[in-house]
Every structure is written in C-alpha cells, then in structure tokens.
C-alpha cells in the first residue's frame, strides 16, 4: 500500500470496505441466504433449510454441472491451445501482422456474447459442418469467447520473456522445438495456468450465446439457474448458484495452486 501514515491507511482501508461490501460481498451473501430460506417476506429470511442443496446436486442438477464442467474444461484447454500457439506465433510477426492477430482475437469479446451466439448458430447449421443441434456447438462457443483472455494472456507473457535463455539454449545446439518445450512452455507456464483458470471462470458462467444454442440434452447450470428464477422459484436457483459458484472458486483455487508451485520451479 502507497500510504504510509497510520490514518491514511485506515481511511483506505474504510474506502475499500464501503465499497467492497455493498458492491461486491453484500450481493454474494444475499445469494447465500436465500439459498438456506424457506420464505422471505422481511428483512431478513426466515424458516432456514438445507433441502434446496439435496436437489441442487442430485438429477437434471447434477447433470447440468457435469455438463458445465465439461463444457468449461473443453473450452479452456481449446481456448490454451489456440490462444498460446496465436500469442507464441504472433510474438514472430512484424508489428502490422501482430496487430492484425490482435484485433481478430478481441473481436468476439468487443461484440456481445449474443451475437457470438448467433454467429456460431449461423454459420455450424448448414453443411458440411452442422453441428447444431448437437454439445460441440456450446463447446465451441465457449472457446471463441473465452480464446481472446487466453491469447492476451500468453501475449503479455511472452513479451516479459527474457530472450538471453532460448539464445543461450539455441546457442548449446538446441532445435527450435526442444528451446519451445524446454524453455518457452516451462517459463510460460504461471501465465498459462492463470488463462486456464480465466478462462474456465468465465465459460463456467457464460449465459447469453449459451441460450441460443444449448440442445436438450446439453443443459449447462447457468441455463437452469435462469430457468428457475423465470418461473418464479428463486430460492432454488439461488442454491444453484451457490453450488455452481462453489464450484467453480474450488477449480480456481486447485489452479491457483498449480500456478504457485510452476512459479517456484
């Protein structure tokens, strides 16, 4: 912290909390609560159960994390794939070829995720490649709208590389593809950890293109806690938000793990 005087921290200290709380924890725990009420017809809820959670992870719940989690897993590891190799390779191009990488992937995230949705409904409805219909259409939704975090990730990853390694590497006769996944991958490795993480928070939670384009048998959680709070039952989906929340901080924290220990290396 820049302040260095007793009452300027605690007035920083008093700023942050009204404004965290309000804006971000007094959100989070009204979810919480309604999750373990019965009714709430006061200011505060009343009648507390659990019963809600029974359901929330059990039949066509379960199944819809499954599926999210599925759906978060394919697109992130896509999402690494297709971003790090676009960052590694883009690292190589003149300035107008890396600018021109760089606004095709922040494309989809400058648009709205629904017209993604509409676009990859669009374009995968038809032959030769149908894919409507089907769970791929959703996966690759979520790879398109979540590559452009991974990319920028990488991007900014590689431009903090030290080049004296792979000279040094290159320079002891190593090939260029042993200096990539001896040195480049290793020493990229914190970065890709964190857009792996990025990216699965935010597909775990991606609603709109989901919508357009989620077959019957492909439900991710999102779409049945939005089904829930339409037709009224809010409690319910407020359990399976704090299911599908808790779920997902306990993915983030087993990756933020792995990104410490790749750190220590």
């Known amino acids: 912290m820049l302040v260095h005087s007793r009452a300027g921290k605690w007035a920083t200290w008093a700023v942050f909390l009204l404004l965290f709380v309000p804006l971000f924890a007094v959100p989070l725990l009204v979810i919480l609560a309604a ?5 709430w017809s006061g200011a505060f809820p009343s009648g507390p ?7 929330a992870t059990s039949g066509d719940s379960l199944q819809a994390l499954t599926t999210s989690l599925v759906t978060a897993v394919a697109a992130s590891v896509l999402a690494l794939v297709l971003g790090g190799w676009a960052a590694l390779a883009a690292a190589s191009l003149r300035k107008r ?6 606004a095709l992937f922040i494309l989809p995230v400058a648009v709205p995720s629904v017209v993604v949705g ?9 032959p030769p490649v149908l894919l409507n219909g089907t769970r791929w259409i ?14 920028q990730s990488v991007s900014a990853a590689v431009r903090r590389l030290d080049p004296m390694y792979e000279q040094a590497a290159a320079g002891l006769g190593a090939s260029p593809a042993r200096v990539l996944w001896r040195i480049r991958l290793p020493l990229l490795l914190p970065s890709l950890t964190s857009a792996a993480g990025l990216c699965f928070a935010l597909s775990m939670g991606e609603l709109s293109a989901t919508m ?6 492909w439900t ?3 779409v049945q806690i939005f089904a829930a709070t339409d037709r009224g039952s809010l409690f319910t989906g407020a359990a ?3 299911v599908l929340m808790t779920t997902t901080l306990f993915v983030l924290a087993a990756v933020s793990r792995i990104r410490t220990r790749a750190s220590y290396r």
């Not at 999750?35 to 009714?39: D, E, I, K, R, Y």
């Not at 159960?49 to 359901?55: G, H, K, L, M, Q």
């Not at 790879?143 to 452009?148: F, K």
């Open 212 to 217: 357009m384009l989620y077959p019957p048998d």
């Open 49 to 55: 159960t659990v019963e809600r959670y029974s359901a």
């Open 35 to 39: 999750s373990l009420a019965t009714n």
């Open 240 to 242: 399976l938000a704090v």
């Open 118 to 126: 509409l676009a990859v409904l669009v374009a995968y409805s038809q």
């Open 220 to 222: 991710p959680l999102p």
């Open 138 to 151: 959703v996966i690759l939704a979520h790879t398109v709208l979540v590559t452009a975090f991974a990319y």
């Open 97 to 102: 070829g890396k600018r021109f990488l760089d």
